[in-house]
């Protein structure tokens, strides 16, 4: 199964989209959340490197990020975790990850098919 | 340049140098970026650039790259923000092309490694107010210095650094047009860059550290004179 790792600002804040995702994804998704760094708020690519690793059954994993810093990391921790494939998807962090989920429980998810379902995300509007 | 060794030594001094320096100037440094930034790149460097350092003992029997490498991967888990992958991330991928030892050759590709890394990750142009400024001119002047005008290193390094003096101070009157500073849109006129400024001082220590270990002199009265253009 396609792993997901969520890459925030805030600890408390990746873990939280994961724990709501991982209801959508009915429990049986792998999110991983690595936010924070080791002064709080930040991101760390070890940490994150650690998360893709967690993360990944094999199949590969999804990054979602939220900004800044937290992109180059995720790129460089992606680098770092050579024996695993890992890409970032291009979307808004919470609903991003929450599609991401879902997907991730399709039999016939792919990395791509994932990060599609993911980047979706970028168009929902929230009224009407 | 001589053995592995000396090599090796050379590395670990110009680690020494750079976290010394650093630790001296973080104040200025964290001035600088509080008027633009988080205020937090003079802390972020010293505690980078200073657990490296204190690897010292670790590094003693690694190849010189190897200990450019352990650097880089030091400094992406210990300076944080986006500092950690531009810096460390750099430097890591760029040891790879000092696996064959530390020559002029292999500096120059060294420098364009660095200088493309940074590019590539942080998407910054010339420009931008960031330490792009200061790396172009200083990697295109020690690449074209040491290829084309066939200058020994230390010189081609003092000329680099004389580029990125100016580099720094072509950040002062731009708007910046990435990371946090950005967000300031016109209010970031006037102010220095960090970045670029961290980095001038890391190269300046680099040649202080050549200077050591390399042959011929630099004239530093005729380096002050070419850097604010009055003699060509």
Do not use: C
Not at chain 1, 96 to 124: C, P, Q
Not at chain 2, 10 to 27: G, H
Not at chain 2, 94 to 111: H, K, M, N, P, R
Request: aromatic share 4%; charged share 30%.
């Amino acid at each position: 199964m396609i792993g997901l790792v969520v890459v925030s600002h805030s600890a408390k804040a990746a873990e939280g989209i994961a724990e709501v995702a991982a209801q959508m994804g009915g429990g049986n998704a792998r999110i991983v959340p690595a936010g924070g760094d080791e002064d709080g708020i930040g991101t760390s690519p070890d940490r994150i490197r650690e998360g893709i690793e967690e993360a990944d059954d094999g199949d590969g994993v999804v990054v979602l990020v939220d900004l800044g810093s937290a992109v180059m990391n995720a790129e460089l921790a992606i680098e770092m975790a050579m024996d695993s494939e890992a890409v970032i998807a291009d979307a808004p962090i919470l609903e991003g990850t929450l599609n991401a989920a879902v997907e991730t429980t399709s039999k016939k998810a792919t990395l791509d098919s994932v990060v599609e379902r993911a980047e979706d995300a970028r168009d929902y509007r929230k009224l009407n | 340049m001589a053995d592995a060794e000396t090599q090796r030594e050379a590395v670990l001094d110009a680690l020494d140098n750079v976290a010394e320096r650093l630790a001296e100037e973080k104040e200025y440094l964290t001035d600088l970026d509080s008027a633009i930034g988080d205020a937090d790149h003079g802390a972020n460097m010293e505690r980078g650039f200073g657990k490296a350092a204190d690897k010292r003992e670790e590094f003693a029997e690694m190849e010189p790259n190897e200990v450019v490498k352990n650097v880089g991967t030091t400094l992406i888990s210990n300076v944080g923000g986006a500092s950690g992958p531009l810096y460390g991330g750099s430097i890591m991928f760029a040891s790879q092309e000092l696996e064959d030892g530390i020559t002029a050759e292999t500096s120059v590709a060294f420098a364009e490694a660095y200088l493309n890394k940074v590019k590539d990750r942080g998407g910054a142009q010339v420009g931008a107010k960031t330490m792009v400024d200061a790396l172009v001119p200083a990697v295109h002047t020690y690449k074209k210095s040491v290829e084309q005008d066939d200058l020994p290193p230390l010189e081609a390094l003092a000329k680099a650094v004389d580029a990125a003096e100016r580099g720094v101070a072509f950040t002062v009157p731009i708007k910046a047009m990435k990371g946090r500073a950005s967000f300031l849109d016109w209010r970031s006129v006037g102010h220095q860059d960090p970045g670029a400024t961290s980095t001038l001082f890391i190269l300046e220590e680099l040649l202080e550290t050549a200077e050591e270990y390399l042959d011929g002199e630099i004239d530093r009265d005729a380096r002050a004179e070419d850097a604010v253009g009055r003699d060509e």
